[in-house]
């Protein structure tokens, strides 16, 4: 099994959810963090004053897919999540060693 780790723009989470549904994905955690790379922040001006963003708001997916599947998934994310500009996020592929069912006892990619 695989642990997919993508981090995409914000408003591409819905796009990027439908492509995955579509590919037979049947679960995904969703968070919102904070974070910097090449785009490094920017700045802004608010009520006339100018401030430094130097942390751009993501999406975090947090995958877990059984190894056959990792490539594809891997692909679809980036074909959907990709603008050509600057930001748009990163993908990460980990091994996973167990993953369990709590309510059914389950046990790897039974439990996805």
Do not use: C, W
């Not at 990027?16 to 994905?25: K, P, Q, S, Y």
């Not at 100018?50 to 074909?79: C, G, H, R, W």
Request: glycine share 8%; charged share 25%; net charge negative.
């Amino acid at each position: 099994m695989k642990l997919i780790i993508a981090t995409i723009k914000p408003f591409k989470l819905e796009e990027v959810r439908e492509a995955l549904t579509d590919a037979g994905i049947r679960g995904m955690m969703v968070t919102e963090i904070k974070g910097f790379g090449s785009q490094s922040g920017h700045t802004e001006i608010y009520r006339g004053a100018e401030y430094a963003v130097n942390f751009v708001p993501k999406i975090k997916l947090e995958i877990v897919v059984p190894a056959a599947m990792a490539d594809q998934i891997v692909e679809t994310i980036t074909t959907t999540a990709k603008t050509g500009k600057i930001g748009d996020g990163k993908i990460f592929v980990l091994d996973v060693e167990q993953a369990m069912r709590v309510r059914t006892g389950e046990t790897n990619e039974e439990a996805l």
